[in-house]
């Protein structure tokens, strides 16, 4: 997995994001792709205006629909029980 980070920080694209509220040109989302040639299943994480994204990358030579299924089949399951998680922590303390 590789990162490209926060790119609100970044700052590339600042005054064309949704939230500052734009009349012209809105970049509402950002899109990576890239040509992968080997068997390695590749992922780029990054944030912009609000949204975590993760772009998966495969060679289809050698990797399959199944493959990836897999793969983001276990980050889905993951991301619920790190979401459960911190739902069910956060209201230990709210007490009606």
């Known amino acids: 997995m590789s990162s490209l980070g926060d790119m609100g920080r970044l700052g590339l694209f600042a005054k ?3 939230s500052e509220q734009n009349k012209g040109l809105i970049v509402r989302d950002i899109v990576s792709g ?3 040639r080997n068997s390695v299943l590749f992922n780029l994480l990054w944030e912009y205006n609000g949204a975590l994204t993760l772009h998966f990358h495969a060679a289809g030579e050698y990797n399959n629909v199944s493959d990836v299924k897999t793969v983001t089949d276990t980050l889905g399951g993951l991301f619920d029980s790190l979401l459960q998680t911190t739902k069910s922590t956060s209201s230990v303390g709210n007490r009606d």
Do not use: H, T
């Open 16 to 18: 064309f994001k949704p």
């Open 34 to 36: 890239i040509r992968i």
